[in-house]
């Protein structure tokens, strides 16, 4: 991303929302290294946060459209 300070700020920005419900979005031509530029912000800023929990989703038989939730 040489010469793109202004797409290099927005996954930056992007990748620092703290919130549920964000997501990033990259477009341009094909080819053009979209996929590995925020590939590689992302796996660094994963590198510095804790590891998630694990979670376990159990069917719920009564309202299947709520699953049971357990981490």
């Keep these: 991303m040489v010469g793109q300070p202004r797409a290099i700020d927005a996954v930056q920005f992007g990748i620092g929302i703290r919130r549920e419900g964000y997501h990033l979005f990259a477009m341009g031509p094909t ?11 992302l796996d660094k800023r994963a590198a510095a946060e804790e590891v998630p929990s694990d979670w376990c989703y159990v069917h719920n038989f009564q309202q299947a459209h709520k699953p049971h939730a357990g981490g």
Aim: hydrophobic share 35%.
């Design 31 to 41: 080819g053009v290294g979209k996929y590995t530029i925020v590939r590689r912000f």
